[in-house]
C-alpha cells in the first residue's frame, strides 16, 4: 500500500531556491484575474505566487467551498454596487492558469471568502508578486479532482550560477 504522502503529494527534490519580488498596481475598472493573468504573461518567470495585495473591489463571484467536481457552480455573485475591502488574496500564476483565493470585508465588517472567480478593481488594487527561479508551475487537470490543479518541476535549462543575482527581478 502506497504512503499517503506518495500518493497524496507532490514534490520535487528539495532545491536551493530564490525567490524574487516585484510590484504592480490594477486601477480602477481592471478586472482582477484578467489584470493578473496579462501581469504573469509578461513576466518571464513560470512560478508566480501572490505575497500580499490591498484594494477594493466591486462586482464580486466567489466559487464557495462547497464546489467538487460535481458541483463546480456552488457560486456566490454579489450586486455590481457592493464594494468590499481585500484583506488578504493568495495564490499561483503560470502561464497556463491562475488559481486565486480571496477574503473581502463588506461594508459591515462580514466577511466572505472562497475561490476568486470574477471581481473588478474599485479604487485601486496593489499587489505583491513573487517567483521561483528554479521551479516551474503548471496547471494540468486531475481527474480526482475535476479541477486543474498546481504542478510543480524543476526549471529546465537554468544556469544556477546566475540564479539569484540581485538585477534578476522576476521581470528579468
Known sequence: MASPSSTFLS????LPTVALHTALRLPPDVEIYTGLKSA???LPRQSLFVTTAVGSVHTVTLRLANASRHNKNAMKTFPADERFEVLSLVGTLSRDGVHL????GDADG???????VKATVYTTLEVVLGCFTELQFERVYDDRTGFKELRVRE???QNKATMGTVGVACAG
Do not use: R, Y
Open 11 to 14: 514534490l520535487p527534490p528539495p
Open 40 to 42: 504573469a504573461a509578461l
Open 155 to 157: 526549471k529546465a535549462g
Open 110 to 116: 462580514k466577511v466572505w471568502g472562497g475561490h476568486l
Open 101 to 104: 483565493h480571496v477574503s473581502l
